[in-house]
């Protein structure tokens, strides 16, 4: 009995693993085209409506939203109220303790992510990139810091903006690849 279940085990396991390194070309494609699209629109804004004081546009976590809304559309972490949401609160509280704690690095970086977690995990928007948009706050260069609040609304909220829309054009191309995950939404936005 014991050695039947194991043999059952080793055969789900290794049908696991060689359905996660099958290679899909077209999924490939798609992570590619739309990510490469997300971000190039943020740069392009960057790069031709700001002006070089201005350029902080696009920020770090922005990067690693793309790898969950182009690469991985089904997980719950890339889902649109945890993307848009995620953010905006990780922002918030990322501004906020720089407010009132600026100089104290050992303490402000690690409560701004730690305390965006919580939020996250309250509001049921965890997104881990929102990790690092509250860390961006804290570590930031003079011109993020110097946004203040204004920091939540761009480029934090128009940047996860473009993201979204970008996602749920290049992740409804095809009849394979379905986002938002949740069909009520789907159906919202017209899919």
């Known amino acids: ?50 002006t070089k004081d201005e350029n902080i546009f696009l920020i770090g976590s922005f990067g690693a939203s793309s790898v969950l809304l182009y690469g991985a559309i089904q997980s719950p972490l890339a889902q649109p109220r945890n993307l848009i949401v995620g953010h905006l609160i990780s922002a918030f509280i990322g501004v906020t303790i720089y407010k009132f704690l600026p100089e104290i690095i050992w303490i402000t970086a690690p409560l701004a992510v730690a305390l965006s977690i919580v939020a996250m995990q309250m509001t049921k928007s965890l997104h881990p990139p929102g ?24 480029p934090v909220l128009t940047g996860t903006l473009i993201l979204f829309v970008v996602a749920l054009v290049f992740n409804n191309i095809t009849k394979h690849r379905k986002y938002p995950a949740d069909k009520r939404l789907r159906a919202f936005f017209g899919k």
């Open 131 to 154: 990790g690092a948009t509250a860390l961006i706050a804290i570590m930031g260069s003079e011109k993020i810091k110097v946004l203040g609040y204004y920091y939540v609304l761009s």
């Open 1 to 50: 009995m014991v050695k039947k279940k194991i043999k059952r085990s080793l055969r789900i396991s290794r049908y696991i693993i060689y359905k996660e390194t099958l290679v899909d070309y077209k999924e490939h494609f798609w992570s590619f085209l739309g990510a490469f699209v997300g971000i190039g629109l943020i740069a392009y804004i960057q790069s031709h409506w700001l």
